[in-house]
């Protein structure tokens, strides 16, 4: 299963020509990964529409006693860095790993400093989790914080899948190499990753933002 | 304009319409038939004829094997169909505005509240102060309106040979306005799958004149049984109407439950229990663990906490 | 100790059990169905002994192969079919005599209709056209395999998982009651605490989750795979359409998946998203299933077009009518698809000018499907028409659907719609449609592709009998429930009290056993042309004229479907070679060619999965999180395993594509007039035609 040669690659989803086969390839399987971000992307539409038509109750605490914007502009902080960083390794592999011999230690470093970052992100979300069931607003309470914490939530799990993930490359690009399976698999792994940032500015501003205003 | 397709057998439906409502209803249907067999009708007709034109045992057309377009019938392919949308289109648009079924039918309409149960309807009239299970008496000619809402799951409550549906849901409200033009009897369901008695849960309804329907007002007002909240509470077990008798020890009384409004506010206090606590398996009508002593109503709210129409 | 192991699974859940406690008539019937569950696996052990084809078994459930993935698609959608069709009839009948009360309890009548409605759409329809497309697709875009092959075997173990759980409620505890749509908060956690529900979001959530990813892997399987020459505009009809199939599958599962998610919260860790206390709005479900449900049925629907449109081609010995405008219906269906949802529920007591747009952009469906009948009709126009099997098939299709169209455009007039909405004339608009159209392109289509992939033709009399049938027990079955409808009967009534009904509710029950009759003849079918299969061998590989690359290829299909990777230059490719004389040219050079290897990660996946849902339903955490775990660690385990392909040399190649068109150039090949007969080879002759 060969991507058919001849066609100009679309931008963005490559690896470039000093990397061969390789570099083909990535066509077929970034672009299959985009596509299927796509329909990820639905899921979170369907998740922030339903929270868009519920109203916090006069019973439960609302966004005012429930968000703690210091914290919030933590996580986007972290967020945002690690987009930088998870860049910085993409670019890294594209330019250095072409031939053969190069040194994988830089790769890893990017790699590792983008799960630390990606672990503050959580570290403070989940915290911020546990402070709001504390100040009366579990997601049981009402529809508002059901949808309020499953959004905020279902991105979360994502973070967590990410993060994961970029461990398992670390380890594959440690064992086996910066091959074909691993190259394919990092630059799928940054379009996650930058997904999750574009997210995450829209839960930002929609969930927190909008809820504070 | 044709009569329905079949007429072996009559029930109560809009085929014999009671209503204004139902019996545009009915011309609509004709009208939106008639129109479309202008697309239809030459498939019909075209499919027989081509398959005999061209059959391969003995066909009297021509062959031509690369024929694939031709720009007169291609305009008129796309053509037909799209003058037969727009027409539809416009009909279609001009019938949904004129029978909405928030738009009341006459000045003053009669005012109904309804709450679904499982599996029966209570209609309460709140100027009359009275509540009737499982019957709805309306004077003949005069606009009804009745406000909808449910206890238990979602419902749809749809007198066909009157008015269509509207669903019933809890915690908000639903509008469904008609008007019953002849004096008779028809029955009103709820269409809406609810469980092991949803095929039960059904009505009749009655259009009477007015003198009659002042007399049974009258009648009901003189009632001994009053709805109030602990009456409610039993009505709300799962169950038909006739079972509910038991539970109310009025198994001996023939003919629909019938109650004097205890608690003028009962309609507002069910809509409001949803926003102010969290239900539990048994203060939740329909749920298994359902007991009527454990599912206190709480106060009413200044006003319906939501109402579908936006 | 025994909670902590089983969960909330009792001795009194297993069916078997509750037949010896309390022994009636629906209880025998349960007991029955769940019965052939050990009996029906025993039976194919000791086969699968027997006859030793326990090698032969592995072969096929790890293959990668689309052809054998696409035909285990079919296959299970056939056995899912099989209880579907028992479960309509035991329905019809129960009503042909259920005037104040038939055989069937009401909770049993309950589940009936809600496992039908589920198993019909996601696990006979869904199946059926994704196995069609699964077998279809490469060969007529000329490749040798799917963009992802190994999460195309994931796809079919995910599916697999809902069937097994949809399959195992009959043994253990039971289906939802609350029909396919599972509205809360019937299905809530309050009204319904049983497993029921559980099952249900189980079973579509997770073979969701799998159509999903068949989107994925065809959406770019077409846009990337296509051979030299395979512009857009010169993709067969089929290939469009799995296309925007792909497509919506793509954008139109994330909802489902989405609202599954949300009521398996609220039942799992009491969220209130469809409660009806505490803010929760239950229409938020009904919006989010319809925004997955309305595109759905296109996504059971233009996969039958595509069939119906190779078929007018072929059998009536003609260019396609109108290409480029079925190309454009096609894509207005699909985008048009996502805009319509609302129409599910214009009684809910929204704004009448909503209710009013959403009814027009309902009526704009029908400009591009009406366009496609006349399309197919101006395709026999100037043909030859050949009254085979699949020929049938597109006639009934035409007067058949046609009807649907009408009833369709009835209940998008939300007028109409107050009236008839949960009416028995819905449920026969939607199997006016999903059986006259999607069955019936389905049926059309494996009569027309099964000698291509298992080289040899089915019976043509029993399938022609087998036609007649379906045609004659739909008519019979549904086309009364319109007229009841109209009456005011609803769907889902176990019982009803008019008398009037009666007549028409009987002819609807008979009506149901000739499909029955219907689906047996297609089970005889298979089982005797597997019998006399040796005549009815088309080694050449092209029985029916073909216009397009699939048949150019022996049958069956050589695992690697293309010795070389052919070029096309024109819609009809195989037409236009044939008419050149050049399609059984000998090849020069052949190469080595690179297949992936058969895997077990399909079937990991897809025996984790069921444990998970099956320890979800009946809260047996230790095992949903041994699975779950399992899951994630199978999936880092074989990123990790080396990527094994098999390659087959140059000369076995060479060996088996020389020698099949030596035969075809050797052969004389048969006229059209012997089509069905056994002198049928698979090399079509050049017709005489006359012109009268």
């Known amino acids: 299963m060969s991507a058919p040669t001849g066609r100009s690659l679309h931008p963005g989803l490559n690896l470039g020509e000093e990397h061969g086969d390789d570099h083909l390839e990535a066509e077929t399987s970034v672009f299959g990964f985009w596509v299927f971000m796509m329909s990820d992307l639905v899921t979170f539409g369907m998740f922030f529409a339903v929270f868009a038509t519920t109203v916090p109750l006069a019973c439960c605490p609302g966004p005012k006693e429930l968000f703690d914007f210091g914290s919030i502009a933590w996580q986007t902080t972290f967020l945002l860095l690690s987009s930088v960083t998870s860049g910085m390794a993409v670019l890294t592999m594209k330019q250095e790993h072409g031939g053969r011999g190069a040194c994988t230690k830089k790769l890893v470093f990017w790699l590792l400093l983008t799960v630390l970052l990606g672990c503050g992100f959580l570290y403070r979300e989940v915290s911020d989790f546990l402070s709001m069931a504390a100040a009366g607003g579990p997601p049981t309470r009402s529809g508002y914080l059901s949808a309020l914490w499953s959004l905020v939530g279902l991105h979360g799990l994502h973070v967590t899948a990410g993060i994961i993930w970029c461990l398992v490359i670390v380890a594959g690009v440690l064992v086996r190499g910066v091959d074909r399976r691993w190259k394919l698999a990092l630059l799928r792994w940054a379009v996650f990753w930058h997904f999750l940032d574009v997210i995450w500015i829209f839960i930002f501003s929609f969930v927190f933002l909008g809820g504070l205003l | 304009m044709i009569d329905p397709p079949f007429t072996l057998a009559v029930a109560e439906s809009f085929l014999q319409p009671m209503g204004p409502v139902a019996a545009e209803q009915l011309r609509h249907l004709k009208f939106v038939t008639l129109l479309t067999m202008i697309a239809v009708v030459p498939v019909l007709v075209a499919t027989p004829l081509i398959l005999w034109r061209y059959r391969r045992s003995k066909p009297t057309g021509k062959y031509r094997p690369n024929w694939e377009s031709n720009r007169v019938l291609e305009s008129l392919m796309w053509g037909v169909p799209i003058l037969v949308v727009t027409l539809m289109g416009v009909s279609l648009w001009n019938m949904t505005f004129r029978l909405d079924p928030y738009k009341e039918l006459g000045k003053d309409p009669l005012q109904i509240h309804v709450i679904g149960l499982d599996w029966k309807w209570i209609f309460i009239y709140p100027d009359e102060g009275v509540a009737l299970v499982d019957e709805l008496v309306v004077p003949e000619g005069r606009a009804v309106e009745l406000t909808l809402t449910t206890d238990t799951v979602m419902q749809s409550l749809r007198i066909s040979a009157i008015v269509g549906q509207i669903y019933a849901m809890p915690a908000m409200t639903t509008k469904l306005n008609f008007l019953a033009a002849r004096q008779g009897e028809a029955t009103g369901m709820n269409t809406q799958f609810t469980g092991n008695g949803f095929w039960k849960q059904k009505f009749q309804v009655f259009s009477v004149s007015r003198e009659e329907y002042e007399a049974r007002m009258k009648k009901v007002q003189a009632n001994d049984l009053a709805l109030t909240a602990d009456t409610y509470a039993l009505l709300a077990v799962q169950g038909t109407a006739e079972e509910a008798k038991k539970s109310l020890n009025i198994e001996d009384r023939k003919g629909p439950i019938e109650m004097v409004l205890g608690d003028s506010k009962i309609f507002q206090r069910v809509l409001a229990r949803y926003m102010v606590e969290d239900m539990t398996p048994e203060s939740q009508p329909g749920s298994p663990s359902y007991d009527p002593t454990k599912s206190p109503l709480p106060a009413a709210q200044e006003k319906p906490m939501m109402d579908m129409k936006m | ?692």
């Open chain 3, 1 to 692: 100790m025994f909670e902590a192991l089983f969960g909330r699974l009792t001795w009194d859940s297993i069916i078997l059990v509750q037949e010896f406690e309390d022994p009636n008539l629906n209880t025998f019937i349960t007991a029955g169905a769940a019965a052939m569950i050990p009996l029906g696996g025993a039976l194919v052990v000791a086969l699968l002994f027997w006859m030793k084809w326990w090698k032969p078994l592995f072969e096929w459930l790890t293959s990668v192969d689309h052809k054998k993935i696409g035909t285990m698609y079919i296959i299970f959608a056939v056995i899912m079919l099989f209880r579907g069709v028992v479960e309509g009839i035991l329905m019809r009948v129960n009503q042909a005599v259920a005037l104040n009360g038939g055989f069937l309890s009401s909770d049993h009548f309950n589940q009936l209709f809600t496992t039908h409605g589920t198993n019909m759409i996601f696990f006979v329809a869904m199946p059926f056209l994704i196995g069609l497309i699964n077998i279809v697709v490469p060969l007529q875009i000329g490749a040798r395999d799917v963009a992802f092959p190994k999460l195309n075997q994931i796809s079919l173990g995910l599916t697999a998982v809902g069937g097994f759980l949809i399959m195992i409620s009959l043994l253990v505890g039971e289906f939802s009651t609350g029909g396919w749509t599972g509205y809360p908060s019937f299905t809530g956690r309050l009204i319904n605490p049983g497993v029921g529900p559980d099952y249900y979001i189980l079973s579509i959530g997770i073979s969701g989750i799998g159509s999903t990813l068949t989107g994925v892997n065809f959406a770019v399987t077409i846009y990337k795979m296509r051979t030299a020459g395979m512009s857009f505009m010169r993709m067969p009809l089929f290939t469009w359409t799995a296309l925007c199939t792909s497509i919506l599958l793509i954008f139109a599962m994330p909802p489902l998946t989405a609202c599954c998610l949300m009521l398996g919260l609220d039942r799992y860790l009491d969220f209130h998203f469809f409660t009806n206390d505490m803010g929760g709005n239950l229409m938020n479900f009904i919006n989010l299933f319809w925004m997955f449900g309305h595109p759905e049925v296109y996504i059971l629907i233009l996969p039958a077009f595509g069939v119906m449109s190779e078929i007018a081609a072929t059998f009536s010995g003609k260019r396609l009518y109108g290409y480029v405008g079925l190309v454009a219906a096609t894509m207005c269906i699909a985008v048009l698809s996502f805009m319509v949802w609302l129409h599910h529920f214009f009684t809910m007591g929204q704004s009448t000018t909503v209710n009013a747009a959403f009814g027009i952009a309902t009526l704009l469906i029908a400009i591009p499907t009406g366009v496609k009948i006349y399309d197919w009709l101006a395709t026999l126009w100037g043909g030859r028409v050949r009254f085979t099997t699949p020929m049938l098939y597109l006639c009934g299709f035409f007067v058949l659907f046609a009807i649907g169209g009408l009833s369709g455009v009835i209940l998008a007039n939300p007028t109409l719609d107050y009236q008839l909405h949960n009416s028995l004339f819905l449920v026969a608009h939607f199997h006016n449609v999903i059986i006259p159209g999607t069955l019936f392109g389905v049926l059309a289509g494996i009569y027309y592709w099964f000698p291509k992939i298992y080289g040899f033709r089915l019976l043509d009399g029993y399938s022609r009998i087998t036609a007649f049938f379906w045609a004659f027990g739909f008519i019979l079955t549904f086309l009364p429930l319109y007229q009841v409808g109209m009456m005011g009967m609803t769907r889902r009534t176990v019982a009803y009290e008019d008398p009037a009904l009666v007549p028409w509710m009987v002819v609807s029950g008979i009506g149901s056993l000739f499909l029955g009759l219907a689906f047996t003849f297609v089970l005889l079918t298979l089982w005797r042309s597997v019998v006399n299969r040796k005549k009815l061998m088309v080694p050449l590989g092209d029985p029916w004229d073909g216009r397009t690359l699939e048949w150019w290829t022996p049958a069956p299909t050589p695992e690697w479907n293309f010795a070389v990777l052919p070029k096309v230059d024109g819609r009809d490719a195989f037409t236009e070679a044939k008419a050149k004389g050049t399609a059984y040219r000998p090849i020069e050079k052949y190469e080595d060619i690179e297949m992936p290897a058969n895997t077990y990660y399909g079937l990991i996946i897809a025996a984790l999965g069921s444990g998970l849902g099956f320890g979800l339903v009946w809260y047996m955490w230790w095992l949903a999180v041994i699975c779950f775990l399992g899951c994630i660690v199978t999936v880092i385990t074989y990123a990790f395993l080396p990527e094994r392909k098999k390659t087959i040399p140059a000369a076995e190649v060479r060996e088996i594509d020389e020698a099949w068109r030596r035969a075809a150039r050797e052969s004389r090949g048969v006229t059209r007039d012997d089509e069905c007969n056994e002198a049928n080879q698979g090399l079509a002759r050049p017709d005489i035609i006359t012109n009268p």
